[in-house]
């Protein structure tokens, strides 16, 4: 009986695959990103206030994604890799897998860090740059992660979101400002659940005005 002998191949293999994938979807967005064009459009602007008010359990991807060209090539890379995982992901190959997931997250914030630092941005040029930090952050990450976590059928996400959401916003945010989110969210927290998931949707797309400057008359 060969069988016992069979599975670690087996394994190997699927890590091969997938690793592969993720590398394909990591270049393609380094490519998207590096061609971008920083022009905010209208709906740019306007998606990243009322974006918060999508539905937070779905997994299809938020519209406003397509506001952004390098977070939508981004996040179809990542659904064509997680689809073609879903169709085989041994229980066993759970932790192996949600590392390297977890690396591809870290590696993605990392280039939009560098991307930052690498170029020379204009005033217009660095506000759109935050809203698409913004969209990162607030849509991107999570839908990503609560599709990875679809694949292995969990009920409690295998990855924490707050961490990486936490590690896209101090790509823009002073010390300040991330103090007074965190109050915010602490205060929200605190209220009756009924009351609770309305603040909390109300103080995320509140964010995204932060930086809006006002039109002379």
């Not at 397509?66 to 066993?92: F, G, I, K, W």
């Not at 990450?141 to 936490?166: G, W």
């Not at 969210?185 to 009924?194: K, T, Y």
Request: glycine share 2%.
């Amino acid at each position: 009986d060969f069988r016992g002998l069979l599975a670690p191949i087996f394994e190997e293999n699927v890590m091969r695959l997938f690793h592969s994938n993720v590398q394909t979807a990591t270049d393609r967005f380094a490519v998207s990103l590096s061609n971008h064009k920083w022009v905010a459009t209208p709906s740019a602007l306007l998606s990243s206030r009322t974006s918060a008010t999508e539905d937070r359990g779905s997994l299809s991807p938020a519209l406003s994604l397509l506001d952004h060209p390098p977070l939508a090539v981004l996040t179809n890379a990542y659904l064509v890799m997680l689809n073609e995982l879903r169709q085989c992901a041994p229980l066993s190959l759970c932790r192996r897998i949600t590392t390297e997931f977890e690396q591809s997250l870290r590696g993605i914030i990392k280039q939009l860090e560098e991307i930052r630092r690498e170029s020379i941005f204009t005033e217009a040029e660095n506000d759109f740059y935050q809203v698409m930090c913004k969209a990162t952050a607030e849509e991107w990450v999570p839908y990503i992660i609560r599709c990875f976590n679809a694949v292995f059928h969990a009920r409690t996400s295998l990855i924490d979101v707050a961490a990486f959401q936490e590690d896209v916003y101090a790509l823009f945010e002073d010390q300040g400002t991330r103090e007074a989110r965190h109050k915010e969210w602490a205060r929200a927290r605190m209220r009756p659940a009924s009351k609770r998931r309305s603040e909390l949707s109300e103080l995320a797309a509140s964010r995204g005005t932060g930086n809006e400057k006002k039109e002379s008359p």
